[in-house]
């Protein structure tokens, strides 16, 4: 049973829209334009709520012409890497607006993080987030960075994303990180699950907003195929998961039926369900005991694999 603190809290944000005077959960339009002002809206909020965790030093690099920053937490352990892909539909999401959450991250684990921007749909539809994802982990490795200490993490379209990405290093036979975690992945976006029916009025997100961020993402491609959708993917050989959801997400059934995909083809998962949680609540810590739970859980697994 979810505790109380995180029920007033969820609440709280489930009806953030009434400090707008809009009584109704608003619904995303099929338009650039809506997309454009959801992506302007996320860089606000940053703005007002981004502040970086004490004790984590930002260092700005562009990697490949695309805009990275290295998190590194005081006492960061040696050689180790965090590789974070971050979220935002594949239509939002950058440094600014990640910054705060993943420095946190950064914190927690103790070690280096690197954050970077991919290009974002509707102006840079599939596969251009994957190209860039590519091209700073193969930097990364350029670098000198070895697989055996690198952990991919992402979360929401980033969690997707990352997993898109082991596809892809593993066809391409480029080194795999040694594991990776998946905060509330984004794996089918042909929107199948049930879920998107039955918890859509629930979750945080607007009505329909995944099937326009789907449209402007994979634009004229298959969202069937795999590197777009996970979930459809031969799941075989990939590095030992770590995957997050809540019940009371949208995007649940994407966690659990890649879960279970990725257990039938023998990869070591673990599949943490969060009983009446939202959308990415791990990064929520330390609002509630449920997300430092979750949070802790997710630390423990990094800390287990690289073995630190």
């Not at 102006?123 to 982990?137: G, K, Q």
Request: proline share 6%.
């Amino acid at each position: 049973m979810a505790s109380l603190k995180s029920k007033i809290l969820i609440g709280l944000m489930r009806k953030r829209h009434w400090l707008k005077g809009q009584w109704k959960k608003p619904e995303m339009k099929n338009s650039v334009e809506a997309v454009l002002a959801f992506r302007a809206e996320c860089e606000r909020g940053a703005e007002r709520f981004g502040k970086v965790t004490e004790g984590v030093t930002i260092q700005p690099e562009v990697i490949n012409t695309i805009i990275s920053e290295w998190l590194i937490p005081e006492n960061a352990v040696p050689d180790k890497l965090l590789f974070y892909v971050h979220g935002g539909g594949y239509v939002s999401g950058s440094c600014n607006d990640h910054r705060s959450i993943v420095a946190k991250i950064a914190k927690a684990t103790q070690m280096k993080t690197l954050l970077f921007e991919y290009a974002l749909a509707p102006e840079n539809p599939f596969p251009a987030a994957l190209n860039d994802t590519l091209s700073v982990y193969r930097e990364v490795l350029e670098k000198g960075y070895r697989p055996k200490n690198i952990i991919m993490m992402g979360e929401s379209a980033g969690g997707g994303l990352s997993l898109a990405s082991l596809l892809a290093l593993r066809d391409k036979k480029l080194p795999l990180p040694k594991a990776a975690v998946a905060i509330s992945p984004w794996t089918d976006l042909s929107c199948s699950g049930e879920s998107y029916r039955t918890k859509n009025k629930m979750s945080l997100a607007p009505l329909n907003c995944w099937n326009v961020f789907s449209g402007f993402y994979a634009a004229e491609n298959n969202v069937t195929n795999p590197y777009i959708s996970p979930l459809f993917g031969d799941l075989k050989g990939l590095p030992p998961l770590f995957i997050n959801a809540g019940t009371a997400d949208e995007l649940y059934d994407d966690a659990r039926r890649f879960s279970d995909k990725t257990r039938h083809a023998g990869v070591d998962v673990t599949f943490s369900r969060g009983e009446d949680m939202i959308h990415c609540y791990p990064l929520l810590a330390p609002l509630f005991a449920e997300a430092t739970n979750a949070m802790n859980e997710i630390t423990a697994f990094i800390k287990y694999h690289l073995q630190y």
